[in-house]
């Protein structure tokens, strides 16, 4: 499963494709949950990217988000930390 429930924090799992023309999400494959990034690979810039990009999709705060796994790799596991499943599904325009 992509996402899941945790203690106060919501686990999502994710596959990145840097250096795409703008930032979206591309739906689920693979069980993951895609995500289009314009920045590159490059010392991090995706990573800062991706938090960034979740931040003004879930309204949350950067430092509520952390890469649990995966800072080196295009899948990652983000932890949202007080946000419930429901909601990050709401604000994704997602479904189960």
Known sequence: MWIRS???ATI???RIHPNSSRDCIDGIKEDRLCVRLSAPPVEGKANKALIRFFSKQLHIAKSRITITQGEKSRIKVLCL???GQEEVLSAL???L
Do not use: Y
């Open 81 to 83: 930390e007080g946000i």
């Open 6 to 8: 945790s203690v106060d």
């Open 93 to 95: 325009s997602l479904t």
């Open 12 to 14: 999502v799992e994710c």
